[in-house]
Nanobody, 126 residues
Framework: QVQVVESGGGLVQAGGSLRLSCTAS????????MGWFRQAPGKEREGVSC????????YSADSVKGRFTISRDNAKSTLYLQMNSLTPEDTAVYYC???????????????????WGKGTLVTISS
């Protein structure tokens, strides 16, 4: 059974930083791309970043480029999201997902991501 578990959320002041982690078990971790998604209150889910199986190709939403960095450690079966210069607009539940063989052109819509975590809440205070 595949399990995807996020951690690292919390309350941070605007301008601060936070690092999210995601572990995935029950599958061959480095067979798949992985992504971070978020859903703010009253808004639709949006793709934040996607990383291919080897970690050498990454994709990010324009809203987080230059501030967020996605990375992975295949030896530890762990995905990361380093978030810097946080703003209240980054407040959301952040989800980790995997299962797609690569980050497709529709990665932001979660295309191909078969396995999802339950999310971790990130709250940015002004």
């Amino acid at each position: 059974q595949v399990q995807v578990v996020e951690s690292g959320g919390g309350l941070v002041q605007a301008g601060g930083s936070l690092r999210l982690s995601c572990t995935a078990s029950g599958l061959t971790f480095d067979d798949y791309s992985m992504g971070w998604f978020r859903q703010a209150p009253g808004k639709e889910r949006e793709g934040v970043s996607c990383i291919n199986w080897s970690g050498d190709r990454t994709y990010s939403a324009d809203s987080v480029k230059g501030r967020f960095t996605i990375s992975r450690d295949n030896a530890k079966s762990t995905l990361y999201l380093q978030m810097n210069s946080l703003t209240p607009e980054d407040t959301a539940v952040y989800y980790c997902a995997t299962g797609a063989p690569y980050c497709s052109g529709s990665w932001r819509q979660g295309a191909g991501m078969r396995y999802w975590g339950k999310g971790t809440l990130v709250t940015i205070s002004s």
